[in-house]
């Protein structure tokens, strides 16, 4: 159903809140088009104040894969991050162990499998988890309570009520606000195209029971009633719906109403809607204007047009306009989603029209990455997050085809800042494995897709999995004399050494490395190594080189208004000059580094930037302060999946920080401080909100400026203190 305005449904609703109070797992079922999403939308918003750590829909339609399933929750669920190697699942499971909330998975259908082992093994693990589904299908979990979503109601024209009676039924009042409706974005109106009169009534009545009361079929039909007249929709609907069934098991009687109905609405749109509609299908999530244009004009639709049939459709209601902070972009429900694919199953465009999708997103993808070092980093993030679902749908129909195999090896590759900093580097794994596997070794691709699934596993912790990756690159960039993978592999190995307390062989693979970025005229890999370096170099004792490279860093960095490395450059100078004994322009360095992960929502980051936040307050007594900065590190953590212990240095930091904590405070007051960082950090955005929020050691009183003993600035060599990118 559209968006604007909800009807009744008040059994429903009741029936459905009754149900929740009394089983953990409840679904709604029924036909595709009768209004499931809605009600579970609208019955969990009832509800919210029931669920203290929120309500959080779920949406599956455009997911291709039920190994996804868990992914995409966690993602839904406030941005939670898979940064370990460990199963989305898993980690989810660990996150909502000991949380009261609603997760809303809809359109369930197509991933029953996936669906139902995820939520028996979620119910089985977070006791008070609640979950609400919709599906055409029952998912077969134990303890399953399933309700049918009905039609709406529909007047019996034989006993026709009054006017005004009849305008309050249901399905009434669903046709008479469609009609309503702005006809397009740019000629809004508002005025009804007719209105209920005496004259008409019967037939609007007639109209509503002819259409069953299936919501989808009545907008539909609302969306013909602006240019066409009453009786002639009711006339041409009772035609179609006369005409005999086709050959073979007739679907049941509601769901060949809402077939003929879309049949109807096929028919009336002209040859250039009708090819749009079919060419549309191939999108997963929804679409922007460019992304239309790019891949569905050609071969019988001028690009031209397109816009102008984009708002023709709308009108009819096949399309769905959705306007988000000033962003224009499009989506198709499920049931009429389904419809194009099949007509452009039956127009034999469907290799050529899924093609030019993935090209389309491939082209997105490689320029995102091309742009990515300089200013546009916020927005480069903010498109592939919105473009995650088709970017999933182009990996997925190329890797289905092995002729495709080196172009979804490109898009994976051309991914990795999505990967990486975007938070999905589970899923970046994934697909990067699957492309390496079926790409062959010429793909001209591979190098790049080889040192950055090393970075995705690097994240991860799994050091072996670096090490085969990047001797697999090295070789390559030998025989290619490819500059910039030898660069990353020097990169990436010496961020390897740092991970596993080898600060000096660290040091001097990262010397190299950034001589040969610079010859090879890649600025990003530059910073990259820049960043490393200064943590190594301060691992290693030289606080003053480190201090240095990170000036030096950070120009580079504002030069080309780069955000992202800046961001750890800072952290890494944080660190150096806590250790020199600058508490104030440490924690001054710490929190705009903080400030820019906020902007670029980069949780490992955030955690690199609270953590040290907090040890510099347990270091000068302040030991309220560095329980709460401790506690939302930790929520940050949890979000993510990144574990405790993140690196040997950081480790014994966080080791001798929780210590004095705990000395100084005691076990109750610790605890009390850390569940009032827990309940103001629900996401990664509160917690540095919550952190950013702490007075810094400039603006507080001088009584809490006593020196740290000297051991918590002394590195313990050789271990590393901030993570590697």
């Not at 590190?633 to 990144?642: D, E, F, P, S, Y």
């Not at 014994?652 to 007051?669: N, P, T, W």
Request: glycine content about 8%; aromatic content about 4%.
């Amino acid at each position: 159903m559209m968006e604007d305005g909800f009807f009744g449904r008040r059994r429903e609703i009741a029936k459905t809140r009754r149900a929740l109070s009394q089983a953990r797992l409840v679904t709604l079922t029924g036909a595709g088009g009768v209004g499931k999403t809605r009600l579970a939308m609208e019955t969990a918003a009832r509800i919210s104040q029931a669920f203290p750590d929120g309500v959080w829909p779920v949406e599956l339609a455009p997911v291709p894969d039920g190994t996804l399933v868990a992914k995409t929750a966690a993602t839904a669920l406030g941005g939670i991050q898979a940064w370990s190697a460990r199963r989305p699942q898993d980690h989810l499971a660990d996150f909502l162990a000991d949380r009261r909330l609603l997760i809303v998975l809809d359109n369930c259908e197509h991933l029953l499998e996936g669906c139902a082992t995820f939520v028996d093994m979620l119910l089985r693990r977070a006791p008070a988890l609640h979950v609400l589904a919709t599906s055409r299908q029952t998912l077969g979990v134990e303890g399953e309570h399933v309700l049918a979503v009905p039609p709406l109601p529909v007047p019996d024209p034989a006993r026709l009520p009054s006017t005004a009676a009849l305008a309050r039924c249901e399905s009434v009042r669903l046709l008479l606000a469609r009609t309503m409706r702005p006809t397009t974005p740019r000629a809004p109106g508002g005025e009804p195209g007719f209105v209920l009169t005496t004259a008409n009534r019967r037939a609007v009545a007639t109209l509503c029971t002819r259409l069953e009361g299936i919501p989808l079929a009545i907008e539909l039909a609302a969306a013909r009633l602006g240019e066409l007249p009453l009786e002639q929709v009711a006339g041409q609907l009772d035609d179609r719906f006369t005409l005999p069934t086709a050959g073979g098991r007739p679907a049941p009687h509601r769901q060949r109403t809402l077939r003929n109905t879309i049949d109807w609405s096929h028919e009336l749109c002209t040859p250039p809607q009708r090819l749009l509609w079919a060419r549309l299908s191939v999108f997963a999530g929804g679409f922007d204007l460019d992304a239309a244009e790019s891949v569905c004009a050609g071969a019988g639709l001028d690009g031209a047009d397109i816009l102008d049939l984009v708002d023709d459709l709308v009108t009819r209601s096949i399309i769905q306009r959705v306007e988000t902070d000033g962003a224009v972009r499009y989506r198709m429900l499920e049931t009429i989603r389904e419809f194009g694919r099949e007509r452009l199953a039956v127009s034999g465009e469907t290799r050529r029209v899924a093609c030019r999708h993935r090209d389309h997103y491939l082209g997105l993808a490689e320029r995102a990455a091309a742009r990515w070092c300089g200013p546009a980093q916020r927005d480069v993030l903010a498109l592939l997050r919105a473009e995650h679902d088709n970017l999933q749908a182009a990996l997925e129909w190329s890797l289905a085809d092995p002729a495709e195999a080196g172009a979804a090896l490109a898009l994976a590759a051309a991914l990795r800042y999505h990967w990486c900093v975007n938070g999905y580097r589970h899923e970046g794994r994934r697909w990067l494995d699957r492309a390496l596997a079926a790409s062959p070794e010429s793909s001209p691709a591979r190098p790049t897709a080889l040192w950055a699934a090393a970075w995705v596993s690097l994240q991860q912790g799994d050091h072996e999995a670096v090490a085969a990756r990047l001797e697999e690159c090295a070789l390559l960039a030998a025989e290619r004399g490819d500059e910039v993978a030898r660069a990353y592999v020097l990169t990436w190995r010496g961020a390897n050494a740092i991970f596993q307390a080898r600060a000096a062989e660290a040091i001097g693979l990262l010397d190299q490395a950034i001589a040969v970025h610079r010859r090879a005229g890649d600025p990003s890999g530059v910073l990259t190594s820049i960043c490393l370096l200064v943590t190594a170099c301060t691992d290693a004792g030289d606080l003053d080189r480190g201090r240095a490279i990170a000036e030096r860093g950070l120009s580079a960095s504002e030069e080309l208004d780069e955000h992202y490395w800046r961001s750890y450059i800072l952290c890494a100078l944080g660190w150096n000059t806590w250790m020199r004994g600058d508490d104030a322009t440490a924690e001054d360095h710490l929190r705009r580094a903080l400030a820019i992960e906020l902007e670029l929502h980069d949780a490992v980051g955030t955690v690199s930037a609270i953590e040290p936040l907090s040890w510099i307050a347990e270091s000068r007594g302040e030991y309220f302060h560095a329980a709460r900065l401790s506690a939302a590190a930790g929520v940050v953590r949890q979000l993510t999946g990144i574990p405790p212990l993140l690196s040997p240095n950081a480790a014994v930091q966080h080791a001798r920080c929780e210590q004095g904590i705990l000395q100084a405070l005691g076990k109750a007051e610790a605890r009390t401080s850390r569940i009032h960082a827990r309940r103001s950090c629900r996401t990664i955005e509160h917690a540095v909100d919550y952190a950013l929020a702490v007075p810094s050691v400039a603006a507080r009183s001088s009584d809490s400026t006593s020196r740290p003993p000297e051991s918590l600035r002394t590195p313990a060599q050789p271990e590393t203190a901030t993570p590697a990118r």
